[in-house]
């Protein structure tokens, strides 16, 4: 199969050299700044002039426009998928992603787990609060009410799958994912309509990164609409820190593993 992993980079970040991984420089129609051997998200068909609202989401509407693939992937520079199924923990935290990492974390394996599947998500992590709740304290609740809002209106038969997911307290983060080519441009053609309808309405009033936060929500909205046609599986996340911070995470997820009571009784209090 041709799987590509899309690896977004906003500025120039350490990809691996690896079949699977295509770094690619998002934003890049608002800068003049190239980052070498990685693809580039304003040529072709692109939003890229949107970055700055849409964020990874201009790679992704990229890929949908000008590559042909069997399977599609994205992933950021400092947040991959790896194939642990079983894994306890929504994610891990590691200093540096590098080809001894990827090995480490069963790469080799990734191809024949990826083609057994249609859908690949993050593990769901369970926040203690519901996904509507969660968003709220973030974010700008009204972007959200309003994607609510069109969502109704626009897919109606998805009006269960919706309120599912969002009074659920299972998160689905990072626009990180990877679907069979079918599923990758059904899902692109629900998404991005609903975010152009988004726009229109919010006009300038939206909050930063709206349509990139929004997505986020939206895909696990999606996820609970097509669970039971597809083959989903979820799979952890790693994510990469270095200096003080890398050692600050370790700490915080060993005092307070993610996905865990401890870890969103402290969330209430805090935030």
Wanted: hydrophobic share 40%; aromatic share 12%.
């Amino acid at each position: 199969m041709d799987i590509r992993l899309f690896v977004c980079c906003h500025k120039p970040a350490a990809v691996p050299a690896h079949p699977l991984l295509f770094p690619i420089q998002v934003g890049a129609a608002l800068t003049e700044e190239r980052f070498p051997g990685f693809l580039r998200d304003d040529t072709g068909e692109n939003i890229s002039a949107k970055n700055r609202a849409y964020c990874e989401l201009t790679a992704q509407y990229w890929a949908w426009k000008n590559v042909e693939a069997d399977c599609y992937g994205f992933f950021h520079y400092r947040r991959y998928l790896y194939p642990a199924p079983d894994a306890r923990r929504p994610y891990r935290i590691e200093r540096e992603p590098t080809a001894a990492l990827l090995d480490h974390l069963g790469y080799e394996t990734f191809p024949e787990l990826i083609g057994a599947h249609e859908l690949v998500i993050p593990k769901g992590e369970d926040m203690g609060l519901t996904v509507r709740e969660h968003y709220g304290r973030a974010h700008r609740p009204e972007d959200l009410a309003l994607a609510e809002e069109i969502l109704r209106e626009s897919h109606p038969e998805m009006e269960d799958a919706l309120e599912r997911y969002l009074a659920g307290t299972v998160c689905y983060f990072g626009n990180i994912f990877i679907m069979r080519r079918e599923v990758f441009r059904d899902y692109c053609g629900w998404l991005f309509p609903l975010l152009e309808e988004f726009d229109r309405r919010a006009g300038l009033g939206a909050g930063p990164r709206a349509d990139g936060y929004l997505a986020e929500r939206l895909l696990g909205v999606y996820a609970a609409a097509r669970r039971k046609e597809l083959r989903v599986l979820e799979l952890p996340r790693v994510h990469f820190y270095t200096g003080g911070e890398y050692i600050r995470r370790r700490a915080l997820n060993a005092l307070l593993p993610p996905g865990t009571g401890r870890r969103s009784a402290v969330r209430k209090i805090f935030t």
